[in-house]
C-alpha cells in the first residue's frame, strides 16, 4: 500500500511521519502531482496560518489536486480547515471539500484562545473512529473551528460546540492532532489506512 504525505508550507510532517513509523506503515512525503495521485491513501496534514498556506497550495497547483483525489484523504488540523470552504484567518478562500467555513473561537470569559490540550470527542459516528469509545480525549492546538454541519462525525466543546471531525465522499478530517493524541490517536490512523 502507498500511502502519501503531502509536503507543503505548513509544520508538523515530522511528527506525521513519527506516528506512520510506531504502526509500521510506510510512506512517501512529497508535492509531487502524479506521485500523490497514484497513492492508496493521502494525509494532509498541517501546522500553521491559513493563508499562507493556501498560497503555497496554489503556486503548487495542490489547491485543484487535492479536492479531486479519489483515494482516501485525511486532514488534519489547519489540513481539514484548508479542506472547508473559508477560514477567517487571513480572510481565506479554501478548497470547499467540505460546506463549513471556518472561525475564529469567540471571547468569553474564562476561556484562552488557542484551544491548546487536551479535549473529549463526542457524537462518533464513522467507521474511522471504530474502537474509538464516546469521550475519549484527543490533542487540539486551535484558535479557528469548523463549526457543526452535515458533514460532523465528532464534535468537541469549547468555548461553543464545534466539529472535531468532518467526513465527506472519501474525504476524512480531525481538527486535532492524531499524531500526537496516543492511543487514540494511533487507532484512528490505522483505521484510515485501512479504509
Not at 93 to 99: K, L, R
Not at 123 to 144: A, K, Q
Not at 168 to 189: P, T
Amino acid at each position: 500500500m502507498k500511502t502519501v504525505i503531502i509536503k507543503y508550507n505548513a509544520g508538523n510532517v515530522q511528527s506525521v511521519m513519527y506516528a506512520l513509523d510506531r504502526i509500521g506503515a510506510s510512506y512517501l512525503l512529497t508535492d509531487d502531482e502524479a506521485e500523490i495521485r497514484s497513492a492508496d491513501k493521502v494525509i494532509f496534514p498541517g501546522v500553521g496560518e491559513a493563508s499562507t498556506a493556501m498560497a503555497y497550495l496554489r503556486e503548487k497547483g495542490l489547491d485543484r489536486v487535492i479536492p479531486s483525489l479519489k483515494q482516501p484523504v485525511l486532514g488534519t488540523c489547519v489540513g481539514m480547515q484548508l479542506l472547508c470552504r473559508y477560514s477567517e484567518e487571513g480572510d481565506t478562500t479554501c478548497m470547499g471539500v467540505f460546506d463549513v467555513d471556518v472561525k475564529r473561537f469567540p471571547a468569553k470569559l474564562g476561556f484562552k484562545v488557542p484551544h491548546m490540550g487536551w479535549n473529549n470527542l463526542r457524537d462518533l459516528r464513522s467507521p474511522l473512529l471504530t474502537g474509538v469509545e464516546e469521550n475519549s480525549y484527543v490533542y487540539f492546538v486551535h484558535s479557528y473551528c469548523a463549526g457543526i454541519c452535515d458533514q460532523t462525525i465528532a464534535s468537541c466543546s469549547y468555548v461553543q460546540p464545534f466539529s472535531a471531525m468532518l467526513h465527506k465522499d472519501n474525504f476524512y478530517a480531525a481538527q486535532f492532532h492524531a499524531e500526537i493524541s496516543g492511543n487514540v490517536g494511533q487507532r484512528i490512523l490505522e483505521n484510515f489506512l485501512k479504509l
